[in-house]
């Protein structure tokens, strides 16, 4: 991809005129998505722009980009490069109000002042994030999530081993091999674990991006700097080096990781895209900060322009989970489907909030049923646009799934099978609840709501919850209850209401914040 372009959407700009990145803001929530403002100047005049928090790794400081092009960044002049150790007891914060150039706005400078000798380095915050903290989209997007890594992973670990059971929801771009050192080398250092997870909570109470320099362990960065005559301010991290993960092995598993076998059968169907050059490109990106969620497999820059160097390597070993089979060729039977890609991009978490991320889960926007559990869709389709909810995932069913003879699983005709659905509801907070809604018909059956911080495989006790629905005719049974609660479950019952649809939503949100 040396020479896509990849374009920021509506570069205030003309052709061929360099901009100079002068500021990054401070992130903020902005439509349920993690934003920043970056602003350029050019011959005196600063633009502001939106993009996503994604863009972050693309985006240097005092910089120069032209026709808004962001895969290449030119340095300003007299710049050298250094390389500089950061020892805990040498690094302090520093804040100070900031106005921006050319503009009326006002914001908050947060750097970290390093001691090296008899000079003095100006380290921002911002680059301490995407160099240290979270050098690639994933890590960008988990530092604002509490609590959040058991959504994606299963971590053991055994005498110089880490074992890593990655879920559906994390993409398997993910388990490529850089990407893997760097969420080891965070997760296996508990100093850095520490402040990567403590980013989250100030940032949901305070929406401030801010840490303390609490680093156990000396940190050694190659840098590309401004120069002055104490020592300078680092405008990007080119290098991060000696870094230290504890353990020999990594083995991982991944849902979308199987053996292949190779098949004599043909391809069922293949995927061809409009708009690409001879080299299977699209010659032209527009990054689009209104477009939900990134297209799969695409990076800008996943920190390309950034090195991780590490004491010794683990092993990495790859745990297959079954086996498909690998169709090599077309026939006339092959179906061509074409699809028309205009060339727009986000740069946004992986498949954005309302995006599907598991194969057993459906994005609300895709589902369409009537009744009562249409009913129930709703509310969540509503709920999910309040700012403190950030993500809603469903799972629907039927309770033939569960039994062949029990009465309950057909409705009053004895014909039409009786379904359910389960919400996962995430919040920005960190806390996640489980919504279980069965198809009523003349039962009174309430609304189940499950949280738990210590249940990360919930498709079990989905399952045992249904089936145990079935065994009782329809009930929550007492006995039932207290089986889940006693799993270390908390659970409370919610009854319909028939009051308008806001009414219900602000009623069920309530339920979730006194759980």
């Given at each position: ?460 006790l989905y399952r045992k919850i249904l089936l145990n629905i079935v065994k009782d005719n329809g009930t929550w049974s007492k006995i039932s209850i207290e089986g889940i609660k006693n799993q270390g479950v908390e659970l409370i019952k919610m009854k319909h209401s028939k009051k308008n649809i806001h009414y219900r939503v602000e009623k069920l949100l309530n339920k979730l914040n006194n759980l």
């Amino acid at each position: 991809m040396s020479e896509q372009q990849v374009k920021l959407k509506n570069w205030p700009f003309r052709n061929g005129e360099k901009a100079q990145l002068i500021w990054i803001s401070s992130p903020f929530q902005y439509e349920k998505k993690i934003m920043i403002h970056a602003y350029f100047k050019a011959k005196g005049k600063t633009e502001k722009l939106l993009v996503d928090w994604g863009t972050l790794p693309a985006l240097a400081i005092q910089h120069y980009y032209m026709d808004g092009d962001i895969r290449k960044s030119i340095p300003p002049n007299e710049t050298e490069e250094a390389e500089i150790t950061m020892y805990p007891n040498m690094v302090s914060l520093h804040e100070k109000e900031w106005e921006i150039y050319g503009t009326d706005d006002k914001d908050v400078s947060r750097s970290f002042i390093v001691k090296q000798g008899n000079r003095t380095y100006i380290l921002p915050l911002i680059e301490v994030v995407r160099s240290i903290l979270a050098p690639n989209r994933f890590l960008l997007y988990r530092l604002f999530e509490a609590n959040s890594f058991p959504q994606y992973f299963i971590e053991s670990y055994e005498h110089n081993k880490i074992n890593l059971n990655f879920s559906s929801q994390y993409h398997r771009k993910y388990t490529q091999s850089n990407f893997l050192y760097q969420l080891v080398w965070l997760l296996t250092n508990q100093d850095l674990r520490n402040v990567f997870e403590n980013v989250a909570y100030i940032f949901n109470n305070t929406g401030i991006l801010k840490f303390d320099w609490s680093f156990k362990q000396p940190i050694t960065i190659k840098a590309v700097v401004k120069p002055n005559a104490n020592g300078g301010t680092v405008l990007r991290v080119s290098n991060v080096k000696n870094k230290h993960i504890p353990y020999s092995e990594v083995f991982f598993s991944h849902p979308e990781i199987v053996r292949s076998e190779k098949s004599k059968e043909a391809k069922k169907y293949t995927l061809h895209t409009k708009k690409k050059n001879l080299n299977g490109q699209q010659e032209e990106l527009m990054l689009d900060e209104e477009i939900e969620g990134t297209t799969d497999n695409f990076d800008i820059i996943e920190m390309d322009n950034q090195k991780h160097e590490y004491i010794a390597m683990p092993k990495i070993t790859k745990l297959s989970r079954g086996t498909n089979k690998k169709r090599d060729f077309e026939d006339e039977n092959t179906k061509r489907r074409f699809i028309n890609d205009e060339g727009r991009r986000s740069s946004a978490d992986t498949g954005g909030n309302q995006l599907t991320r598991g194969l057993e889960q459906l994005s609300l926007m895709d589902i369409q049923i009537d009744g009562e559990l249409g009913e129930f869709i709703k509310v969540m389709r509503v709920l999910q646009d309040f700012p403190e909810v950030q993500s809603i995932n469903i799972i629907q069913g039927s309770l033939k799934e569960f039994s062949d003879t029990k009465r309950f699983v057909y409705l009053s005709d004895g014909v039409t099978e009786r379904k359910y659905v389960i919400a996962e509801v995430y919040l920005l907070n960190g806390r996640d609840f489980k919504i279980i809604e069965v198809e009523r018909e003349f039962f009174s059956l309430s609304i189940l709501i499950l949280s738990s911080s210590g249940i990360y495989k919930w498709e079990s006790l989905y399952r045992k919850i249904l089936l145990n629905i079935v065994k009782d005719n329809g009930t929550w049974s007492k006995i039932s209850i207290e089986g889940i609660k006693n799993q270390g479950v908390e659970l409370i019952k919610m009854k319909h209401s028939k009051k308008n649809i806001h009414y219900r939503v602000e009623k069920l949100l309530n339920k979730l914040n006194n759980l």
